[in-house]
């Protein structure tokens, strides 16, 4: 279990090291090794990892199993990518708490001016030939299937990471990489962010429902600054500047959802045409956060949950009282005092905790929450009607239009 775990946060603290040098970097785990590091609009990694995570840091073995599996996974991989023979070769490192002791093979990979591919070909091949061990056996017949020239390339492209952190200097080391001092809230933002990772590593690793293929250094980055901006209390920044709607942008939406919940509670052109600015700028800004890593999606779910429940607190207070036979002018009554009210609570409410932001960001946002209600069963829905769900049911269908 800790050798799993390991992965997962090597993986992040690896990351967060590239993200100093390039911030397109991309990570993706067990697609083709543990871990794969590949720049954006690729699909070929440029560096191959695998992890190994001992307790008891002795020496790594030349015969053992975490070095000759790796080699058999990388033979595994470069066949699939056709890098074997020719093309680009991926760095191939092993990742390990053990050292690799002078005068092995082991240690002539590792990097540095004592690195030497010849040797290092030549010890492996020397053991990859005995008849023992059996536990290896199968993963050395591997490398020496290939021919002279691809195991040489292979080699060339093998580094050895040896004596790296165990899992409890993890810990240490990514809080320095990522740049968080001690202080009052270190703890916590580490933690904040160790949290956020592994809901990505979820995603990444699930085979079966994966919803995302790989996590950005930018992705990273932006999450760091969202979390020590919420205990510094740092604003977002604002660049959309508001103005009265011209006649065209204003009819854009004459079709739209969040034009008819509007329209089911009575509300005139002028004053629809004043929250649709709201709503209009409100997009735009929040496009331009996400486009420019202001915030992340899962930063603005968050925001868009707290909006959700002040609104059905509020949607709760006001249609409590409506029954079947309430007349409908009492109905669209309600859904006014709903829209109102809503827009005064969610005013105050920050993007970002700590921090303060512009009205009209949380009006807007909420009016886009009400454009997205689709169906009478959608429980994270948004209206203002106290028959919203099935009015915009009916708006779905081509007689409700």
Known sequence: MTGYLYQCELALLELAQRSWDDITVEVRMEVLDDIEFLYEDTDDPFELLQSKHRENAGRLSETGKDFWRSVA???????????????AMPLLRLVTTQM???GTFLHQLRPGPGRSVADALAGMEQIAQASEPDNTAKDRKKFTELTPAQRYRLVAAIEISDASPLMSDLNSNLARTLGIRPGQ???AILDDIKGWWYGMAVELLDRKNRTRASVTAQEL???LEEITDRYAGKNLPITETLRRLTVAEID???DDL?????QWIGLKDRTIATHLRDYHYARAQRSEWLRTFKITEEGLEDYERLLWDEWDHVFTRHTDTIEDDTPAAERKAAGKRVLDDTMEKVADKPARPGSTTEGWIGRGTMHSLAGRAQTAHDDDSV???PDYPDLCQNHNEPQGQ
């Open 73 to 87: 996974s990388w033979i595994d991989a470069l066949t699939v990518v056709g890098s074997l023979s020719a093309g």
């Open 100 to 102: 690799a002791a002078e």
């Open 185 to 187: 809230h270190a703890r």
């Open 221 to 223: 980055q932006c999450r």
């Open 252 to 254: 854009a939406y004459k």
């Open 258 to 262: 969040v034009v008819a919940q509007m």
């Open 383 to 385: 209206g203002w009607h």
